[in-house]
């Protein structure tokens, strides 16, 4: 089944039960703590668990950057011709890589917690010992994404959030790196006239063509600063969009997952490109967006968000609209457009599910529907991704019990799943003719 026993009863009240034919996501990997590959002698014996009321000891810089498991809480997937990124945001201290690596040809056979290797290698991920600026040096990055030039992009926000020693160690950059040869093609320094801090970017959009690698964009939604930002790798230049739709909806800030309840304000947090927006190529795509905090989905189109001269000079209030409501709990972090089945996947956070919308229907919370959903194993799926064989990648992370209460290190909080849209849409509303 799609869905969970325990569920249904509920679901069948609100009248979404529909006949499930479709096929649940599959686990690839699953994690109670992660490891890592790569560390140090020194790093292998240090202490490989701190709770959260434990206390750093003073270091010279005055906190514990001493490999510390339970510190380590992934964020971002993305899978790539037998890869996988996996991105651990600097959230805690102890965290000794923030940007990681799984081969899937050189994971044993039945192994489903491997170890992660620092990617493209540790010293890049590695901070210096007083926090020094090093624009060499990765110090915390959300998630990733590869375009149609096998080129991965994301943003490293140079913050630390670390409770009590919040720091902008750097300027925010946006990092272009060649997957074909393993090598840095560009680094983009965020300049403060876009932003003051980067702890709001947390994820990336890319807007490519395989014929035109040059010509690719950028759209960078900024959570806590309620801005959208678009980079042009052909300009080398980025410029920002403002407007009431990009903030969060007071009336949606309220959270209840695995048992914990908090409220968050954050804005625009998923930026995904939809179909042709018109019958012509000038017509560009449409682009749908949301703030985590909100039920409510929007639009505008890639012309519109390519147009710097707009940006700068406004007017454009009117080419941001409200496209509709997605329903009751919907609250989502990442949304993914699958051009092969015209269906928006959302990863719905306040439901623990994988929620659905068919493009070809009107935007109504009623053709909304649900392809997979567990209570048990698969709590707030922090990332989705489309690879380039067009099978979706998720990553569920537990996050809020490790922010506001306690993981339990006996069981598996950290999960990677996968699933071919068209399976995962099969016998749902969101199916084609359904």
């Known amino acids: 089944m799609c869905w969970k026993e325990p569920v249904v009863i509920v679901l069948c009240c609100l009248a979404l039960v529909v006949p499930i034919r479709c096929d649940e996501f599959e686990e690839v990997f699953r994690w109670k703590l992660l490891d890592f590959n790569n560390l140090t002698d020194a790093e292998e014996g240090a202490p490989g668990i701190f709770f959260p009321e434990e206390v750093d000891e003073p270091t010279t810089n005055g906190l514990n950057e001493s490999f510390t498991r339970y510190h380590n809480l992934p964020m971002g997937v993305t899978h790539h011709k037998g ?158 969009f403002q407007h009431e739709f990009l903030s969060f909806d007071p009336r949606m800030t309220g959270f209840g997952v695995a048992g914990v309840r908090f409220r968050w304000n954050d804005g625009i947090f998923s930026v995904a490109l939809g179909p042709l927006a018109g019958a012509n190529a000038a017509d560009g795509r449409k682009v749908f967006f949301h703030a985590m905090a909100s039920t409510s989905e929007y639009q505008t189109t890639t012309p519109v968000l390519q147009n710097e001269t707009l940006a700068k000079v406004g007017g454009y209030d009117h080419l941001f609209t409200h496209l509709g409501e997605r329903g009751l709990k919907t609250q989502c972090t990442i949304h993914q457009y699958d051009p092969a089945t015209g269906v928006l996947f959302y990863a719905e956070v306040n439901r623990n599910s994988i929620g659905c919308w068919n493009s070809a229907q009107r935007f109504d919370p009623e053709n909304h529907g649900i392809v997979h959903l567990d209570n048990r194993n698969f709590i707030y799926p922090s990332d989705m991704t489309l690879d380039s064989d067009g099978e979706l990648w998720v990553m569920t992370n537990t996050l809020p019990r490790y922010a506001y209460a306690k993981l339990d290190i006996e069981d598996y909080n950290f999960r990677i799943w996968r699933q071919q849209p068209a399976k995962a849409i099969a016998g749902t509303i969101c199916a084609p003719g359904a």
């Open 83 to 240: 890869r996988l990124f996996v991105t651990i945001p600097r959230r805690r201290t102890g965290i000794p890589s923030t940007l990681n690596v799984i081969v899937l040809d050189q994971v044993p056979a039945g192994e489903k917690s491997p170890r992660l290797t620092a990617y493209p290698d540790l010293i890049t991920n590695k901070l210096r010992k007083s926090y020094e600026p090093d624009p060499k040096r990765l110090v915390s990055v959300y998630r990733t994404r590869v375009d149609r030039c096998d080129r991965l992009w994301f943003v490293d926000t140079g913050f630390l959030e670390y409770p009590g020693h919040r720091k902008q160690v750097q300027r925010p950059a946006l990092w272009i790196i060649d997957l074909l040869q393993d090598r840095k093609v560009r680094q983009f320094e965020i300049p403060e006239s876009i932003v003051a801090e980067g702890h709001g970017m947390a994820s990336v959009t890319v807007d490519s063509s395989a014929d035109d690698c040059e010509a690719a964009f950028a759209y960078i939604p900024d959570l806590a600063f309620y801005r959208l930002y678009v980079y042009s790798f052909k300009e080398n230049r980025m410029w920002k």
